[in-house]
């Protein structure tokens, strides 16, 4: 599952098209998304003290445009983005955006508090690093490991990251004739 704080005018657009677009979409081609563990440095870094704002849980398996998880920035730290408008099918809970005293999000009963994913390989670390593999509009593989598992296989550095290599690793089948199995 990925986040979006959604601004309020976004998603009522949403509401009367089937699908959720932002302006950056448009500006940059995409629409960014945040893994429940990054959901709160987004919130405090773009939307600090603001109100009537949307909380969007999406799932990606829902969806029929690529998701890539990378940075745009120059950091290392990967955020989900979504190539495409999303429909609203594939987003599975909405709420308005609540604040706790403090400014943390005040995350709606039954949604995990912003739980998550643990590494597949290490099975101790929280998972920072996904990687999902696409292969004609279809989820083939995903990934999620955390930063020093992503290290050590190269995740991090694309021209010798071999997922196939990652899946063998992970007990995963996989061969370069055919997609790898996710785990």
Not at 91 to 110: F, M, T, Y
Not at 147 to 162: T, W
Not at 168 to 178: D, K, T
Request: proline residues 8%; aromatic residues 8%; charged residues 15%.
């Amino acid at each position: 599952m990925i986040f979006r704080i959604a601004e309020p005018a976004d998603w009522g657009t949403a509401q009367q098209t089937g699908h959720f677009a932002s302006p950056d979409l448009a500006a940059e081609g995409f629409i960014h998304f945040s893994a429940p563990s990054q959901l709160q440095g987004v919130s405090e870094r773009y939307y600090a003290r603001r109100t009537g704002l949307w909380l969007l849980v999406v799932d990606e398996s829902r969806l029929t445009v690529p998701v890539r998880w990378e940075n745009t920035t120059g950091g290392t730290e990967l955020f989900p983005h979504v190539y495409g408008p999303v429909p609203l099918e594939a987003v599975v809970a909405h709420a308005p955006l609540q604040r706790e005293a403090d400014g943390r999000i005040g995350w709606p009963e039954g949604w995990g508090g912003g739980s998550t994913t643990q590494c597949q390989l290490c099975q101790k670390a929280a998972a920072t690093v996904h990687y999902t593999s696409i292969v004609e509009e279809q989820v083939v593989a995903k990934v999620d490991l955390c930063e020093a598992c992503a290290q050590k296989k190269g995740v991090n550095d694309p021209a010798s990251f071999s997922l196939a290599d990652l899946i063998q690793g992970l007990g995963g089948s996989g061969s370069a004739g055919n997609p790898p199995t996710p785990p």
